[in-house]
T-cell receptor, first 110, second 116 residues
Framework: RKEVEQDPGPFNVPEGATVAFNCTYSNSASQSFFWYRQDCRKEPKLLMSVYSSGNEDGRFTAQLNRASQYISLLIRDSKLSDSATYLCVVFAGGSYIPTFGRGTSLIVHP | GAVVSQHPSWVICKSGTSVKIECRSLDFQATTMFWYRQFPKQSLMLMATSNEGSKATYEQGVEKDKFLINHASLTLSTLTVTSAHPEDSSFYIC????????????FGEGSWLTVV
């Protein structure tokens, strides 16, 4: 089993739709979690951190479920510009080396 | 905020030649930097961890004699792809961790290498 797993997709949704991605992690000692966005042929960029209590940033909501060892990303009112690959990033406790998921591809169409 | 700059953004080279990619932390010191390779539609694959003033730590399966890493200062790490072959064509990207454990990661812009 891979340390961090994501459904590669692609998720193909119309504008305005709500879409959710999950990311599961195998290391129960994982402490820090992030969602990154990667556009085609570009470097990943931080989308948001994932806090234990869950957090929201505009149309984006991230949640952590430690018991089931997964994090989620919810995108509401999808825009064409949301089309990208969303990477889940996990740090084990005391580590500065991140583990990346494979990424989930989102395609938002008119 | 912290910025990591990578150069060149893209390079085309002939098979058998060597290519050097630079990764600089612009407004912070990075004792550690990471080098990744990403093939199309694949995930980021960690190649090596670059440590300032000491030898890099390579991931299993990555040839250290082919991918030379030098981290001579707190703001610069270089990756040299020696005797490049077409199968080395890929997106190479560096990153540096933020302060403390489990902090955000700052990525360079990435370098597209095409070996012909």
């Amino acid at each position: 089993r891979k340390e961090v797993e994501q459904d590669p997709g692609p998720f193909n949704v119309p504008e305005g739709a709500t879409v959710a991605f999950n990311c599961t992690y195998s290391n129960s000692a994982s402490q820090s979690f992030f969602w990154y966005r990667q556009d085609c042929r570009k470097e990943p960029k931080l989308l948001m951190s994932v806090y234990s209590s869950g957090n929201e940033d505009g149309r984006f909501t991230a949640q952590l479920n430690r018991a089931s060892q997964y994090i989620s990303l919810l995108i509401r009112d999808s825009k064409l510009s949301d089309s990208a690959t969303y990477l889940c990033v996990v740090f084990a406790g005391g580590s500065y080396i991140p583990t990346f998921g494979r990424g989930t591809s989102l395609i938002v169409h008119p | 905020g912290a910025v990591v700059s990578q150069h060149p953004s893209w390079v085309i080279c002939k098979s058998g030649t060597s290519v050097k990619i630079e990764c600089r932390s612009l407004d912070f010191q990075a004792t550690t930097m990471f080098w990744y390779r990403q093939f199309p539609k694949q995930s980021l694959m960690l190649m090596a961890t670059s440590n300032e003033g000491s030898k890099a730590t390579y991931e299993q399966g990555v040839e250290k004699d082919k991918f030379l890493i030098n981290h001579a200062s707190l703001t610069l790490s270089t990756l040299t792809v020696t005797s490049a072959h077409p199968e080395d064509s890929s997106f190479y990207i560096c990153s540096a961790p933020g302060q403390g454990y489990g902090n955000t990661i700052y990525f360079g812009e990435g370098s597209w290498l095409t070996v012909v």
